[in-house]
């Protein structure tokens, strides 16, 4: 398998895209720069959930019985005289394959470094955090005749962009597959829609590319630095996906730089998304048309 590099965008109204819970589970935030970030563990939780319970995957990191267990609990069946099957376990749990994993056991800790990695996701755009005061109908002590008050914190709008590589070395010694890489590229499309919880609804995927190389060694970077967020509403801030353009110019010309590197684009884009190329309208399969591209279902 050789390298391969993903830029990955969706947006957020009104939720919590990653709680922070050293600030009170408040959106994880720059203040100085006024960005939204999210850690690459968010996204990552995302691709295990999907994989496991919308496309039957055994998985490592995850609950049992809805209860957190402990890591030798977790691979106690791949354990044979005090020793970690290493290769059953790559084969048997499709994220230790993507994502590698820490295995601390008593007599045979292991570390497998993953081959898809993703830095921490932020916004493209400035972002205004919103606070509100919450009650429940359940007191907080024993005693009190009234509910408790808590605080709820959401952003109004955010369009996070992530970054992440799939290193083609890492991929031989984990022993994944086009078809994991597949699974991946569904995952990222699907995943956070159908992750319905009162905080977290109301995020939908954007525009996701996976570059394909033809060999180990290319890497072009973050693509995150070749796209351009423009606002398109005469309001001071956005506030919905209408109210925003992206500008593909110095993305697609990368591409087109890099074209004897890429093998093949894994891609989507969704309808709503307004692209720009050049200062004109474009559909994402018309910028690509010259490109080996398979679009994510």
Known sequence: MNNGEILYMYDAKLCNPNGDPDEENRPRFDAEREINLVSDLRIKRYVRDYLHEEEGKEIYVRKIEDKPVTAGERVKNFVKNGELDVENIKKELIDIRLFGATIPLKSDNKSITGPVQFNWGYSLNKVELMESSITSNFSSTSGNAQGSIGKDYRVKYSFIAF????????????????EDLKL??????????????????????????????????????????????IKDTEEESIRDISELKLDITQLVNLFARNKSKIEKIYYFACDELKLVYNDQPVELAEVLKDFNVSLVE
């Open 163 to 178: 970054s992440g590589v799939v290193s083609g070395r890492n991929a031989r010694k984990t022993g994944l597959t086009d």
């Open 184 to 229: 991946l590229d569904k995952a990222m499309k699907n995943a956070i829609p159908l992750n319905v919880t009162r905080t977290k609804i109301n995020q939908y995927p954007r525009l996701y590319i996976r570059l394909e190389y033809k060999d180990t060694s290319t890497v072009l970077g973050d693509m995150r630095k070749h796209v351009k967020l």
